[in-house]
């Protein structure tokens, strides 16, 4: 006896549910919503990528580069003001180099706003963020962790999800083909001229097979520099003592600098 033959099935139309049922129905084509409160990346075009709109709260976030101190600031920058506006901190647990008070300054950052924790060991270093991740700080928390493990990295997002601050780990892009229990998982490396070259190879959603191209020029730099160097590839600009000090606090290297310029808090 022949089995009956089944056509291929349509397109589901969610308009024949109810409203208030077809606006819980989620659609594998679109981005994922947010479970908790987020905060705008200052970047329209990522932002329009980031489940929610912005960086979670409640949540880990791996940020992952090609090299330590290279991205961080031009990608988080313009982020800060609003999350320490009421008050809160930047929190900085392990960070690859000393953090120059006066980039900072042009980020909007006073000294008393930033907590600086130089652990050594990547025992310091997960111990020292799961207690700040577990006291709930005002403000934001940067870690950089190259050396975690997936279940250490689990243990912290089990704790990020009390913690009202967006909570930011720094790894290399070598874990990239790691399993990792973080629910949003960002590629940045610098692209031509001031750009960054951002992927999301995990978020809750659709996934994004595209590359983001992010206009990242400082505004400190914006006002000073001609409308010549603001175009042209970063590796082919030789920075000045103030553009240098400008420069490696917020990401960017200057081979020429000597060493005797170098930052100092």
Known sequence: MP??????PSTFDTGALPRHVAEAVWRGSDV???VSRTVSSGFTLLDSQLPGGGWPT?????????QAALCEWRLLGPALPSLIDSGGRVYLIAPPKQPHAGGLAQLGLTSDQVVWVGASTPVDRLWVTEQIVKSDPAGVVLSWLPQARPEQIRRLQIHAQSCDAPVFLFRP????GDASPVPLRVSVSLAQGWDLEVRIPKRRGASLDDTLYLAAL???LAKVLPPRLKTVP????????QEASHARALG???PHTPASQSLSS
């Open 252 to 254: 960017r290297a200057a």
């Open 32 to 34: 994922g919503g947010a």
């Open 3 to 8: 089995f009956p033959v089944r056509s291929a």
């Open 234 to 241: 970063a590796p082919l600009l030789a920075p000045s003592h």
């Open 58 to 66: 409640h949540s880990l976030t791996e940020l992952l580069m090609p």
């Open 173 to 176: 892009t070598g874990t990239l």
């Open 218 to 220: 400082p505004c400190s």
